[in-house]
Structures are given as structure tokens and as C-alpha cells.
């Protein structure tokens, strides 16, 4: 780890997951100065289809990603995680979706509001706010059901003290499960929380 963070050396902050149930990871990470920021609940399954309001989901469509959404993508991220994530989306536009505002009165989208990689380990996403990350959650549940009858579902990465009313919709309404616990340390004094929006972090990417 001692090398991996020397290659580093010159970038502002690290950050990385840890499972939370290795005592002996965590002591090394935090003896090398890596700070606690969060608790992550990774939730798993499909969503059950009644945690869905359409009137909370007016005026959201969600489709597949185009190349020409790169930019606005990045963008996005930027405005709400101060990070930029092209490495990744770039990587894996052919199971990345969007989410865009429509026109009251038609189909024409006036901006995109959210994006996803994938829901997994690999994926990472980011929306404006929790209506737009439950209609992506939406739309990859019913993606993954066509996949297959029996697939591993969504692995959906909520922060827990950012976000705990996505954490409680989750569980209570859209029946996913706890599939473990992770935590989110940093070492660097380059950091802030999410402002402006809603990101859900990857794990191995």
C-alpha cells in the first residue's frame, strides 16, 4: 500500500473503499493516515416495482447513452462531485444510461439530469437530485430482468450519511437488500462531500 500511495504522491487527495468487516485493512489504511468520510450500504436485488410514483418521475426520460452525451456527462459530474469520471464513462458506454428533462408539452429533453456506467461493482452514478437516481434505478432494474430471469440484480452504492433518505427508500420501498458495508476513507486534504446533487460511488473501477 506503502507504493501505491508513493505513485501517487503527487495527486491532491486518494480515496478508496473498505469492507468494513476487515479489521485488520482498516487499521492499515487508517494508520497511513487515510480519514474516515463515510459509511457506504451497498443494497442489492431489483427494485420492487411499486417504490416508483410516476408523478415523482414526470418529466424524466431515461434511455441509452450516446456518444454525443460525453461531454454533458462530464459535466455533470464535475458540477456535482468536483470530479470528473471520463476515464470511466468513456470505458463503458455500452452499458451506461441517461437521464434527461422533457418538455411538459413534448418529448424534446432540455438537459441531461443523471447518468449511470452501471449499477455493479465497476459503475459509478451521478444525478441532480433522488428522483432522477430512482428513475435510473428504475430503468437498469427492468434492464437487468430482461438479461435474464435469474441475474445477480443491482448492486446500488448509497452513502449513508449523505444520503439517508435514498438509504430508506432502498430498504422500505423498493425491498432491496443489505449486501455488506463499506467504508469510504481519504488521504489528502483535497476533499469535499457531493454538493448539488446525488453520487453513488464504484468500488473497483
Avoid at 11 to 27: E, G, T
Avoid at 96 to 101: F, N
Avoid at 141 to 161: D, H, I, S, T, Y
Wanted: glycine share 8%; net charge negative; proline share 3%.
Amino acid at each position: 500500500m506503502e507504493a501505491a500511495i508513493e505513485r501517487r504522491k503527487d495527486a491532491k487527495s486518494i480515496r478508496l473503499s473498505q469492507d468494513a468487516f476487515n479489521r485488520v485493512s482498516f487499521s492499515i489504511y487508517a494508520s497511513l493516515g487515510f480519514e474516515v468520510k463515510d459509511t457506504i450500504c451497498i443494497l442489492h436485488g431489483l427494485p420492487a416495482p411499486s417504490a416508483f410514483s410516476e408523478e415523482e418521475l414526470k418529466g424524466i426520460r431515461v434511455r441509452s447513452y450516446d456518444p454525443k452525451d460525453f461531454s454533458a456527462c462530464v459535466a455533470l459530474c464535475r458540477r456535482v462531485y468536483d470530479v470528473s469520471r471520463e476515464m470511466d464513462l468513456a470505458s463503458c458506454e455500452s452499458t451506461t444510461i441517461v437521464a434527461e428533462r422533457v418538455k411538459a408539452d413534448g418529448d424534446e429533453a432540455t438537459e441531461i439530469v443523471g447518468y449511470t456506467t452501471e449499477f455493479s461493482y465497476h459503475g459509478h452514478s451521478v444525478a441532480t437530485d433522488l428522483s432522477v437516481i430512482k428513475a435510473l434505478i428504475r430503468e437498469g432494474g427492468e434492464r437487468k430482468k430482461k438479461e435474464a430471469e435469474e441475474g445477480p440484480g443491482l448492486f446500488v452504492f448509497v452513502r449513508c450519511r449523505l444520503y439517508p433518505e435514498l438509504l430508506k427508500w432502498g430498504l422500505n420501498e423498493a425491498k432491496l437488500r443489505t449486501w455488506g458495508l463499506s467504508t469510504l476513507m481519504v488521504k489528502g486534504d483535497h476533499y469535499q462531500d457531493p454538493s448539488g446533487g446525488i453520487t453513488l460511488p464504484s468500488i473497483m473501477f
